[in-house]
């Protein structure tokens, strides 16, 4: 079942889903049937997953993902549901897994070098 499964037709307003077990797993607001805005996703925990900005049901701007411990794990920029600018990942200790740099959906460099 997916995320939009759970909106029971919703077409406006605020949303909130829940894991089988009661906890709340994300929150957002639909507009026109669409995520829009600021959706926020949480571990079972209750600590914050995600931070998700959407624009008519597409993944805009930058988005931040969280370790359970509360460290950030990820950032990534999206431009109409497309990965567009940077994008980073970090071992729950802090130090740079993984950055690199999209345009338009498309990976043009990998950890400070090109990906020509």
């Not at 829940?18 to 607001?29: C, F, R, V």
């Not at 600021?38 to 805009?60: A, D, I, P, R």
Request: net charge negative; aromatic share 16%; no cysteine.
């Amino acid at each position: 079942m997916g995320l939009l499964d759970n909106f029971f037709g919703a077409r406006e307003g605020f949303v909130k889903t829940l894991y089988k077990s009661g906890e709340k797993q994300y929150e957002g607001n639909i507009r026109d049937g669409k995520q829009y805005g600021l959706w926020t996703g949480f571990y079972k925990s209750g600590q914050k997953k995600n931070e998700v900005h959407f624009e008519k049901g597409k993944k805009v701007g930058l988005n931040t993902i969280w370790f359970e411990s509360g460290q950030k794990k990820g950032e990534e920029s999206y431009k109409d549901d497309e990965l567009d600018g940077s994008y980073t990942e970090w071992f729950e200790d802090g130090r740079v897994k993984y950055a690199a740099f999209f345009k338009d959906g498309v990976l043009v460099e990998k950890d400070g070098e090109s990906a020509e």
